[in-house]
């Protein structure tokens, strides 16, 4: 269905659409589209010109502006959690079945785990797609296990404890560590993370390391209400 979705919405990134054009530029089926866009248009996501056409609708823009302030939030924390972790910062937002960096903050010299901010990661590895995982619609991380260097009950792990840990699961000899963060209504607005050396980060990370990622997953979540 998110599928289906996106591609509603991309059919009218570029100009607007009829419903004949959403058929033609989707393949969906008539009822199907019209069914959708109708329901973005309730959303504002999508809107109706003067022709009677959709076009992106006013909560796009919105959610965009967020995006970009959830980046500039997260960017004034993460170089705290980085200096007292000694290890590099990021943070992380899901995109269908990818994260997203866009935010991060890194070790000025030594071996260190480099994530540029834009670099799509897939979700089916490391402890940031745990911790966005672990509290999505059961629906969808069934979809993704098949795939994942992960299972079930790690995720049931993170719900518990409140927290992420892996080894060597997205990259050859590097350790991760990352929170969900949450708005003000329990919602899971991102992950933050810090990654490094095996060596360093450990297979079992100190409760000083633990308590810095939860403690800046806190500090995030209360500066983005």
Same mark, same amino acid.
């Given at each position: 269905?998110?599928?289906?979705?996106?591609?509603?919405?991309?059919?009218?990134?570029?100009?607007?659409?009829?419903?004949?054009?959403?058929?033609?530029?989707?393949?969906?089926?008539?009822?199907?589209?019209?069914?959708?866009?109708?329901?973005?248009?309730?959303?504002?996501?999508?809107?109706?010109?003067?022709?009677?056409?959709?076009?992106?609708?006013?909560?796009?823009?919105?959610?965009?502006?967020?995006?970009?302030?959830?980046?500039?939030?997260?960017?004034?924390?993460?170089?705290?959690?980085?200096?007292?972790?000694?290890?590099?910062?990021?943070?992380?937002?899901?995109?269908?079945?990818?994260?997203?960096?866009?935010?991060?903050?890194? $070790?000025?010299?030594?071996?260190?785990?480099?994530?540029?901010?834009?670099?799509?990661?897939?979700?089916?590895?490391?402890?940031?797609?745990?911790?966005?995982?672990?509290?999505?619609p059961v629906e969808e991380v069934?979809?993704?296990?098949?795939?994942?260097?992960?299972?079930?009950?790690?995720?049931?792990?993170? $719900?518990?404890?409140?927290?992420?840990?892996?080894?060597?699961?997205?990259?050859?000899?590097?350790?991760?560590?990352?929170?969900?963060?949450?708005?003000?209504?329990?919602?899971?607005?991102?992950?933050?993370?810090?990654?490094?050396?095996?060596?360093?980060?450990?297979?079992?990370?100190?409760?000083?390391?633990?308590?810095?990622?939860?403690?800046?997953?806190s500090a995030i979540g209360r500066?983005?209400?």
């Amino acid at each position: 269905m998110l599928d289906k979705v996106v591609a509603i919405l991309r059919a009218v990134a570029d100009e607007p659409a009829s419903l004949a054009d959403l058929v033609a530029r989707t393949g969906l089926p008539r009822a199907t589209a019209h069914r959708l866009a109708s329901a973005l248009e309730g959303h504002r996501l999508l809107r109706r010109t003067n022709a009677g056409e959709w076009a992106p609708g006013a909560a796009l823009g919105e959610l965009a502006r967020a995006g970009a302030d959830l980046a500039e939030v997260a960017g004034r924390h993460l170089p705290a959690l980085r200096d007292v972790s000694g290890e590099s910062a990021q943070f992380y937002v899901r995109d269908g079945g990818s994260r997203v960096c866009i935010a991060a903050a890194e $070790r000025a010299s030594g071996l260190r785990d480099t994530v540029p901010v834009g670099a799509r990661l897939p979700l089916t590895a490391g402890s940031a797609a745990h911790a966005l995982l672990a509290f999505a619609p059961v629906e969808e991380v069934t979809a993704l296990l098949p795939t994942a260097s992960f299972t079930a009950r790690t995720l049931l792990d993170v $719900r518990r404890r409140g927290w992420a840990h892996s080894v060597a699961e997205r990259e050859s000899g590097v350790a991760s560590l990352s929170a969900p963060v949450r708005d003000g209504a329990g919602h899971v607005l991102g992950a933050v993370s810090i990654s490094g050396p095996v060596e360093r980060v450990g297979r079992r990370p100190s409760p000083e390391v633990v308590s810095a990622v939860l403690d800046a997953a806190s500090a995030i979540g209360r500066a983005a209400r």
